[in-house]
């Protein structure tokens, strides 16, 4: 099994080290065609703009919107909001992720916050929100793991896993080790 990491902006680095405590092998994503030759992708927190910017300079976005309708993929923060099919008064990036987000929802860099989270089928994990956003509304197919008081904070919708917090920034590795079960099921086409 080998984790992508899209390394275009943002923490990208932190997932690396993340995902290589859990044990896996990992790759920089830094062109499109390294998508083949990945089993599961990562799009970090970072700035989402700038992100989308540098996904239109490289033309990430044709085999990223192919990679992230089929093959498990795990948005963090701004990751979450290039998935998102909608961002309020923001436009769409990737757009697969059947939600309606609310971009910088907790406020400023000054507003950044830690605080433990309960995660369906998962557990109780550290979350780090840092000008996060969250899901305003979660369409029909979205199953909703987390809430931080009544802001939906992690999702799930098929092979799609979204959290508005940065687990790689902490070393609590639940999450990634259910990101890595997913990935494992679709290895094995279960
Ligand atoms: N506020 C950033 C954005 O809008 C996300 C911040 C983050 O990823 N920590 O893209």
């Known amino acids: 099994m080998k984790i992508g990491i899209l390394a275009l902006q943002g923490s990208y680095y932190n997932h690396k ?61 701004a990751g979450m909001i290039l998935l998102a099919k909608e961002n309020i008064g923001y436009p769409t990036h990737i757009g697969v992720l059947n939600v309606r987000l609310k971009r910088n929802a907790f406020g400023r860099q000054v507003h950044s916050f830690e605080e433990t989270v309960h995660l369906k089928d998962i557990g109780d994990v550290e979350g780090i929100y840092i000008r996060a956003p969250y899901v305003e509304v979660a369409g029909d197919e979205v199953d909703v793991l987390g809430k931080h008081k009544d802001a939906i904070v992690a999702v799930k919708q098929n092979n799609i896993l979204a959290t508005s917090f940065h687990p790689e920034l902490t070393e609590d590795y639940k999450i990634g080790k259910y990101f890595i079960n997913l990935v494992d099921k679709y290895i094995k086409g279960e």
């Open 17 to 77: 080290h993340y995902f290589e405590q859990i044990g896996v092998e990992t790759l920089l994503v830094k062109k499109p065609e390294q998508l083949d030759e990945i089993d599961g992708l990562i799009i970090p927190g970072g700035e989402s703009t700038a992100i989308r910017r540098l996904i239109d300079r490289y033309h990430f976005m044709k085999d990223l919107k192919s990679f992230c309708s089929s093959k498990p993929v795990f948005g963090t923060c």
